[in-house]
């Protein structure tokens, strides 16, 4: 029962100061923040696709269990709080592409990162099989919903 106890005295006071840190962020910081969790991901879909779509890199289970695995704890960490309003201007590491119409438009942003996130979940879960066949499938999901929000989000 103690464990228990500490344990959500421990939870509930790094989430107070996870939620401090946050509203302290600078936009930079959000933007070089969220930047870096997408490149982290793109990096992770580039070995998926090397070794099952395009079959250029011989296939490694324990590997791509670990990329989706990567992808689909990025897209549940949360980074809708990397999206401050006023984010669609400035840098991170490099000058965001974010359209002001992802802030003026939040239901279908939503929409749109629920979509990925299933779609994550869904490939994390696939790569757990080994069936190479459903990973493909389930990659090619994780790309749509990517793209669904890259066309109405993302500046060229």
Known sequence: ????????????????????????????????????????????????????????????????????????????????????????????FHETKVKPEFFQNMPEVGKLAGNFNTAANELAAAAATGDQGAIKAAFGKVGESCKACHDQFRAK
Do not use: C
Request: a positive charge.
């Open 1 to 92: 029962m103690k464990k228990l106890l500490a344990g959500a005295v421990l939870g509930v006071a790094t989430l107070s100061v996870a939620t401090v840190s946050l509203a302290q962020m600078k936009t930079e910081d959000a933007i070089k923040f969220r930047q870096a969790g997408y490149a982290f991901m793109s990096w992770n879909m580039g070995k998926i696709k090397a070794q099952v779509v395009d079959g250029a890199v011989p296939y490694n289970k324990d590997q791509i269990v670990a990329a989706a695995n990567v992808i689909a704890a990025v897209a549940n960490s949360g980074m809708g709080a990397l999206y401050p309003a006023g984010s669609d201007k400035g840098s991170g």
